[in-house]
């Protein structure tokens, strides 16, 4: 994609990596103040667990963490064991650049160039956030006997390990995989026609190159997993997750996670051999599940001794373990981890043979990401049942010291469920936070998730959302509007192609919501909208079927077809259309999803229209943004947008 013209238009640079279009300057005390939660909101990730060595006996894992004087994030070593405190940083690869990861799949060696080189991993990444990942090879010369001269395509990576590259064209590579053999990797690309992703396989031995892959062609002809006695429609069907049993006496297992049973994805275990299916959580009663579940189910992990899987029960999340002999061998335990709650991921070090061990990346209202130890064995022995007679065992973690955020400076709060009915009748479940209880009535703000199949959820909100709570008093509204994941996947199809303006629709009943029922609480009248990606689509489409109920808008990356739509609306409609509230966009300038053209041709519209309108572009950055110099600027000059046209009543 060719680099945009930006030609006669005329734009300022207040910070690094940042062109503003039709904007001021951002007061220095609000760089000043937000510094305390931008501090707090840098979490450590989980990346992946590193492969045990010789002699290796604890084992390590690989995070990502931006360090405060870093424009990116970096990657760290961290010893499985919470007691050693070492975090060992192992990338310098700071490119001034929005660089995007999309896989690290940690490797036990290879021979590509003549010398085995053991350990470090494959990498998928990009280099300016398009989402274009190139394949790279990550290693560390103390871990082999021969020393490699550099490369033309390596990064300058010192004093970390070295990082080359393995494929030099503008082709998209990722989902790295390697075999249990460990002499296998596979990989996906677009490398055939610039469209098609296909799979890609070559050896990590023999001196074989990535260059001299081979693909699986789609006219194999895979065999097709077939239920019996489903209760769905096919085309409303879909499969996820399907993993072979690890036990060598049951080669036809299959356990997978599947809407094929009901309105929720449930996990299933099917023996191809029988025919039998043996539904784990399907909640429908006459199916008899082991444990129904009455929530979307996900991130299905098959090891030798435990299948592990998490719930997502209203925007929180609960982890639940099979184990495949012994005592419970039928019975599905809930992990309660002893924390104040939230959405946290979980991570199983299976590949080094320890399925009893799992790291977990815990997010709250109280924290951003911070990783903490989980050693389930020997916890087994302490079930208990809850009132509807479901097994569970709390837990305590062992929280890894050097991989918990700076804590926060400043007041935090749970968020409170908050549920509306819809234009049609359909409850809209909203997650709400407001700055005082309720005690007083404040400005709102609605801040509406992208994809369009996300969910707004428990977790740690955005820095400028704990100012916006604080600093200038204002509510916030997270809607999970039709289309949204977790509720089912009948709630998901309700804004499929002719109804996607439904989930507008169901934006204006919250504002009806606000105003009939509310009002002791939230000012109808100062309320702003806000949304990344698809919620970027949703702020625009809100301004324009509502233009005298905002007070102002933000889209960040929007799906932008609305200049068209504008632009050929008559003109007695076309003002109406555009109402008169003051649009601010962000947009990354290497967006391959959509490009800034979109974003640049919305802010002319509007602006030519009369409405104040605000541009911010963002260069080597893509679809999200991850540079420190961006990130901090956007966000000061958001809460500088709304200070100004959401201002708190005299």
């Not at 769905?232 to 996670?257: G, N, W």
């Not at 990783?371 to 022995?381: C, F, N, P, T, V």
């Not at 200049?563 to 555009?578: D, G, I, K, Q, W």
Request: net charge negative; proline share 7%; glycine share 8%.
């Amino acid at each position: 994609m060719p680099p945009y013209d930006y030609g006669e238009l005329e734009f300022t640079q207040p910070a690094k990596q940042i062109k503003a279009f039709n904007m001021g300057p951002v007061p220095q005390r609000i760089f000043d103040d937000m510094r305390k939660y931008e501090d707090s909101n840098r979490g450590f990730t989980f990346i992946c667990f590193e492969k045990l060595s010789d002699g290796d006996h604890s084992g390590h894992v690989i995070v990502s963490h931006r360090p405060a004087d870093s424009q990116i994030s970096e990657f760290w070593r961290m010893n499985l064991d919470p007691q050693d405190t070492n975090l060992e940083r192992i990338s310098y690869f700071d490119l001034g650049s929005g660089r995007t990861l999309a896989s690290f799949c940690p490797i036990p060696g290879e021979d590509w160039r003549g010398f085995w080189r053991r350990g470090g991993a494959i990498l998928a990444m990009d280099l300016d956030g398009n989402e274009y990942s190139q394949l790279w090879r990550y290693w560390e010369d103390s871990q082999s006997t021969t020393a490699l001269p550099p490369i033309e395509g390596e990064l300058q990576n010192e004093p970390g390990g070295r990082i080359e590259r393995l494929t030099h064209d503008s082709f998209k590579y990722s989902n790295v995989v390697v075999s249990d053999s460990n002499k296998i990797m596979a990989f996906v690309s677009n490398k055939e026609n610039g469209t098609d992703l296909l799979v890609y396989v070559t050896e990590l031995t023999d001196s074989r190159t990535v260059n001299a892959t081979l693909f699986i062609y789609p006219e194999a002809h895979p065999e097709q997993i077939i239920l019996p006695n489903t209760t769905e429609k096919p085309e409303e069907t879909a499969y996820h997750q399907p993993t072979f049993s690890r036990d060598p006496a049951k080669p036809h297992l299959i356990y997978l996670i599947s809407n094929a049973y009901g309105d929720f994805h449930s996990v299933l275990a099917y023996d191809r051999a029988s025919g039998i299916v043996v539904h784990v959580t399907t909640p429908e009663p006459d199916l008899r599940a082991l444990r129904p579940i009455n929530w979307p189910c996900m991130n299905l992990r098959v090891t030798t001794d435990y299948i592990y899987f998490r719930a997502n029960a209203d925007g929180y999340t609960n982890l639940f373990v099979w184990p495949l002999s012994g005592p419970l061998k039928d019975t599905i335990v809930e992990i309660k981890p002893e924390w104040e709650g939230g959405q946290f991921s979980y991570h199983v070090n299976s590949a080094n043979g320890r399925p009893h061990e799992l790291v977990l990346g815990l997010v709250s209202h109280l924290s951003s990401s911070s990783l903490a130890y989980l050693d389930i064995k020997g916890r087994l022995e302490d079930v208990k049942r809850d009132d509807s007679g479901g097994a569970y065992v709390s837990v305590p973690l062992a929280r890894y010291t050097q991989a918990v955020p700076i804590p926060p400076a400043y007041r935090t709060l749970p968020a409170r469920l908050l549920r509306f009915k819809s234009f049609d009748g359909l409850e809209i479940p909203c997650m709400y936070y407001h700055p005082n209880d309720s005690k007083s009535v404040v400005p709102a703000v609605i801040s509406i998730h992208g994809g369009p199949e996300g969910q707004s959820t428990s977790n740690s909100r955005s820095p400028i959302h704990w100012y916006i709570m604080n600093e200038l008093g204002y509510a916030i509204i997270y809607p999970n509007v039709r289309g949204s994941n977790g509720y089912g996947k009948r709630f998901m199809a309700l804004d499929d192609v002719e109804k996607r303006e439904d989930s507008v629709k169901d934006i204006g009943a919250l504002l009806d919501h606000i105003e009939h029922t509310m009002k002791n609480e939230l000012d109808p009248s100062r309320i702003a909208v806000i949304g990344g990606s698809y919620g970027g689509y949703m702020t625009l489409a809100c301004m324009i079927h509502f233009p005298t109920k905002f007070a102002c808008g933000l889209a960040n990356f929007p799906v932008a077809h609305w200049p068209s739509f504008l632009e050929n609306t008559a003109p007695v409609r076309r003002a109406h259309r555009r109402g008169g509230a003051p649009l601010q966009i962000a947009h990354g300038d290497t967006d391959s999803r959509i490009p800034v053209d979109q974003a640049i041709r919305m802010w002319e519209t509007v602006l030519k229209s009369g409405v104040h309108s605000e541009l911010m572009v963002c260069a080597k950055e893509g679809h999200g943004f991850k540079q420190k110099s961006v990130i901090e600027y956007t966000n000061a000059a958001k809460l500088h947008f709304l200070e100004r046209f959401l201002p708190v009543a005299k």
